[in-house]
């Protein structure tokens, strides 16, 4: 039982990530991003908390200060860890 709760809080985490890249500006993204690390912490899975940390020191260069539209660079998070 404990498995598939795992299983199912990182799988709303992923799905709550994959929001991010179709948010309309930068405050919208940086709010999914906030609700994603906010997940993240609530969840009781010490690798999510790492991940969250890691998700916020790293912000700024997930969240483009302008037009993602025109970065094609922009690159979606690394993988979540392994619970």
């Known amino acids: 039982m404990r498995a598939n709760q795992t299983l199912s ?5 992923k799905e709550q990530l994959q929001t991010l890249w179709s948010a309309p500006d930068e405050a919208a993204m940086r709010e999914a991003l906030n609700q994603c690390c906010a997940l993240a912490r609530a969840a009781t899975i010490t690798p999510l908390h790492r991940y969250a940390t890691m998700l916020e020191n790293h912000a700024n260069g997930i969240v483009p200060t302008h037009d993602s539209s025109s970065l094609p ?11």
């Open 73 to 83: 660079h922009v690159s979606k998070p690394a993988p979540l860890p392994s619970a």
């Open 9 to 13: 809080t990182v799988y709303t985490l």
